[in-house]
């Protein structure tokens, strides 16, 4: 029954993973559209709403009394202050990145970020590599780093986007916790700080209220279900698979964004970057066929240990009577 479980877990994180960078991937599409308000606004805003998104649903799961249990335990405020600094950090790069036109290394950062998380799961939390991920891994780093040899410079912007979310993701692992209440945690000791600037900036006359259009203030309203979304999915990920395979399936984020940037926002799409995407690609149809084997055979030997079990309990069965 443990085993069965497991296995429901574990194909649930992976469902969540996927469903999490499908969604993240199509995010520039969103905050394109916002691109009359100040980028520093957006992430303000999208704090607060997240912080009310998840309280929410968190009144409606849990009531008052499971929001303040957790709360009890020793040093996780200081916890989630950090994963909820690291996030917004994250966010913040990362609009205004697309909104001056940086997609490309928004694509770059995330390429990079899931090597990052590979290789904290290994170094803080053992877990080890087969042959069919190891090969994806290396296949992604080589994609990698054909595109920062292309570019000849540090990408500032993608190493920042790689490493804070990592960082997240990997303090994720550490303290497991329900992703709505991790999502309420992470923003509400950012909110009071967030309210005051925002307050600040409106009554400046420089807020989105002064300069953005009635339907950019539609979308801006809907920030804290975008962002709490695919953050919910990815917590529920990281709690049931390894930071490995966690870290390998977030690729199909950026390969989408790439594809945005390609076929909607008309980006130039060279040689080098054919050869980058097709590489990365490569990789995960590997990683894919080492998942599904390594699922097929997960099955066959459950069904063996349980036949083996029904055949031993009917020889007992049998001897007593």
Same mark, same amino acid.
């Given at each position: 029954?443990?085993?069965?479980?497991?296995?429901?877990?574990?194909?649930?994180?992976?469902?969540?993973?996927?469903?999490?960078?499908?969604? !993240?991937?199509?995010?520039?599409?969103? !905050?394109?559209?916002?691109?009359?308000?100040?980028?520093?606004?957006?992430?303000?805003?999208?704090?607060?709403?997240?912080?009310?998104?998840?309280?929410?649903?968190?009144?409606?799961?849990?009531? !008052?009394?499971?929001?303040?249990?957790?709360?009890?335990?020793?040093?996780?405020?200081?916890?989630?202050?950090?994963?909820?600094?690291?996030?917004?950090?994250? !966010?913040?790069?990362?609009?205004?990145?697309?909104?001056?036109?940086?997609?490309?290394?928004?694509?770059?950062?995330?390429?990079? +970020?899931?090597?990052?998380?590979?290789?904290?799961?290994?170094?803080?939390?053992?877990?080890?590599?087969?042959?069919?991920?190891?090969?994806?891994?290396?296949?992604?780093?080589?994609?990698?780093?054909?595109?920062?040899?292309?570019?000849?410079?540090?990408?500032?912007?993608?190493?920042?986007?790689?490493?804070?979310?990592?960082?997240?993701?990997?303090?994720?692992?550490?303290?497991?916790?329900?992703?709505?209440?991790?999502?309420?945690?992470?923003?509400?000791?950012?909110?009071?700080?967030?309210?005051?600037?925002?307050?600040?900036?409106?009554?400046?006359?420089?807020?989105?209220?002064?300069?953005?259009?009635?339907?950019?203030?539609?979308?801006?309203?809907?920030?804290?279900?975008?962002?709490?979304?695919?953050?919910?999915?990815?917590?529920?990920?990281?709690?049931?698979?390894?930071?490995?395979?966690?870290?390998?399936?977030?690729?199909?984020?950026?390969?989408?964004?790439?594809?945005?940037?390609?076929?909607?926002?008309?980006?130039?799409?060279?040689?080098?970057?054919?050869?980058?995407?097709?590489?990365?690609?490569?990789?995960?149809?590997?990683?894919?066929?080492?998942?599904?084997?390594?699922?097929?055979?997960?099955?066959?030997?459950?069904?063996?240990? +349980?036949?083996?079990?029904?055949?031993?309990?009917?020889?007992?069965?049998? +001897?007593?009577?």
């Amino acid at each position: 029954m443990n085993q069965t479980n497991s296995k429901k877990e574990y194909t649930q994180g992976i469902a969540c993973a996927i469903l999490c960078a499908v969604l !993240w991937g199509l995010l520039p599409v969103y !905050w394109k559209t916002l691109d009359d308000v100040n980028p520093l606004l957006i992430m303000l805003y999208r704090i607060v709403l997240a912080f009310l998104f998840a309280l929410v649903l968190a009144l409606k799961v849990y009531k !008052w009394e499971g929001i303040k249990k957790p709360l009890k335990e020793k040093g996780i405020l200081k916890t989630f202050f950090l994963t909820g600094v690291l996030i917004s950090t994250n !966010w913040g790069i990362y609009i205004w990145a697309v909104s001056t036109d940086h997609i490309i290394q928004t694509c770059i950062g995330y390429y990079i +970020e899931p090597l990052i998380v590979c290789i904290f799961g290994i170094l803080l939390f053992h877990e080890k590599l087969n042959l069919y991920k190891l090969t994806a891994l290396l296949l992604a780093g080589l994609g990698v780093l054909v595109m920062l040899i292309y570019y000849g410079e540090i990408p500032i912007i993608a190493l920042s986007l790689a490493i804070s979310f990592a960082s997240y993701a990997a303090i994720k692992k550490k303290y497991k916790l329900d992703a709505v209440l991790a999502l309420l945690y992470e923003t509400m000791l950012l909110v009071p700080v967030a309210l005051v600037i925002i307050l600040y900036i409106e009554l400046s006359g420089k807020g989105a209220f002064s300069t953005a259009e009635p339907y950019q203030l539609t979308l801006l309203a809907l920030a804290g279900i975008v962002t709490g979304t695919p953050l919910m999915l990815f917590a529920m990920a990281a709690n049931r698979i390894n930071l490995v395979t966690l870290g390998i399936t977030e690729y199909v984020s950026p390969s989408l964004t790439l594809l945005l940037g390609i076929f909607v926002y008309r980006e130039p799409f060279d040689t080098i970057q054919l050869i980058t995407f097709s590489i990365i690609w490569a990789g995960l149809i590997i990683f894919t066929v080492g998942e599904w084997k390594e699922g097929t055979e997960n099955k066959a030997n459950t069904e063996l240990k +349980e036949n083996r079990e029904m055949k031993e309990r009917k020889e007992r069965a049998d +001897e007593q009577a």
